[in-house]
């Protein structure tokens, strides 16, 4: 049930609007020269910076669709009858999500490096960072989803939960301390599906 | 022998609001029960405990595996009809005919009428094996066809040895023991 879930759960994400956060994450990195000028030397430096905080920015987009139109459904109620724990329902949840989410970031931030004339060694550590950090980010998202899902204005709510809990992850990703950014990661992979199960058990009325 | 579906001792609470309380209740194989009552009297709750889904304020509800369908489809809209019944597995093409079904079989769930919805969502029971049913207001949006259809599926279940809870404010076809919830 679980490989299905997560199947299905990809399967459901990859639809037109699966670009949209990456799309997203461009046209955010795109702003940047426009507002602080073309300089090189002036972006270089704060390039990963800016993809960080356009990698946190574009994670905001799918949040509404990651647990409430599964509770509305009650797609969540019949995985609960068929036994499925609701911590395993976030965790294949967590895994659908980083799945159609991190790999086209990964892929927009070339794009970005150049945008921001960020070198090539800097472009590389930083995708390194992403692929470290983005499991953890995904974690969260699914979390703050949950714990929201149902409430009224959730997305704008879940916005104001997702960023200050997401600044560990921004730190150590913009950063470059990988081993602090995995651990980070690990600990969020491994908190949010208790978070999540737990909110979605409360959530049923 | 042990019952399918067993409360103890039961009570409910939604919103402050005692729904009902000390309820006893057992389904053995064979039986059907229909929770009957006005508007607001309980009867989704009791579903719902009964599914496992809301915790009672005390008592115990034991259970058997169960299928249940209420209000939520629980069907992926953009998914031809079959295959989304197909992601909850179990039998879905004897269920899918035994509700007349089989020509909506490439139809996406979001075209589907009300009627044909809730057909859908009886299919999901049908299809489940499981040895206990739980329908909540199954009537709803169905037409004649549908109603005789389902009652034909609910006797066979019961034939077989399965249990039915139903919440219904109308009368259901076939003959039932009826629990009278008071508001």
């Known amino acids: 049930m679980i490989g299905a879930l997560i199947a299905r759960d990809v399967r459901r994400g990859s639809t037109g609007t699966t670009w949209l956060p990456a799309a997203f994450f461009l046209l955010v990195v795109a702003l940047i020269p426009f507002a602080v000028g073309p300089d090189a030397r002036l972006l270089g430096p704060i390039g990963p910076g800016v993809l960080w905080i356009a990698a946190l920015t574009a994670a905001l987009l799918p949040l509404d669709r990651l647990i409430e139109p599964d509770r509305a459904d009650g797609v969540l109620d019949q995985l609960a009858i068929h036994r499925v724990a609701d911590e395993s329902v976030a965790a294949a949840k967590i895994a659908a999500h980083w799945l159609t989410f991190a790999p086209l970031l990964l892929i927009a931030a070339v794009p970005g490096a150049v945008l921001l004339a960020m070198d090539g060694k800097a472009l590389l550590r930083t995708e390194i960072a992403l692929a470290i950090g983005t499991p953890g980010l995904a974690a969260l998202a699914v979390a703050i989803a949950a714990v929201t899902a149902g409430l009224p204005r959730a997305g704008s709510l879940a916005a104001l939960l997702l960023l200050p809990l997401a600044i560990p992850l921004l730190i150590f990703g913009a950063a470059n301390a990988l081993l602090l950014e995995a651990a980070v990661s690990l600990l969020l992979l491994a908190g949010a599906p208790f978070v999540a199960g737990a909110a979605i058990r409360a959530s049923r009325t | ?183």
Do not use: Y
Request: a positive charge; hydrophobic letters at 45%; one cysteine or more.
């Open chain 2, 1 to 183: 022998m042990r019952p399918l579906l067993r409360f103890d001792q039961v009570g409910c609470r939604r919103g402050g609001r005692l729904l009902f309380d000390r309820l006893d209740l057992a389904l053995g194989p064979g039986e059907a029960v229909q929770v009957a009552g006005p508007n607001g009297s309980g009867k989704s709750s009791l579903i719902r405990m009964a599914a496992g889904l809301l915790r009672p304020v005390h008592g115990a509800v034991e259970r058997a595996a169960l299928a249940l369908a209420d209000d939520n489809l629980a069907l992926d809209r953009e998914l031809p009809l079959k295959r989304a019944l197909e992601f909850w597995g179990g039998a879905v093409e004897p269920a899918m005919s035994s509700l007349a079904l089989d020509a909506l079989a490439g139809v996406p769930v979001r075209m589907l009428s009300a009627g044909q919805a809730k057909r859908a969502s009886l299919a999901r029971v049908a299809s489940s094996g499981a040895p206990l049913w739980l329908l909540d207001e199954p009537l709803n949006a169905l037409d004649s066809d549908g109603v005789g259809r389902l009652a034909g599926l609910i006797q066979a279940h019961r034939a077989s040895g399965g249990a039915v809870l139903a919440a219904s404010h109308q009368p259901l076809p076939g003959d039932w023991t009826r629990l009278e919830l008071t508001p």
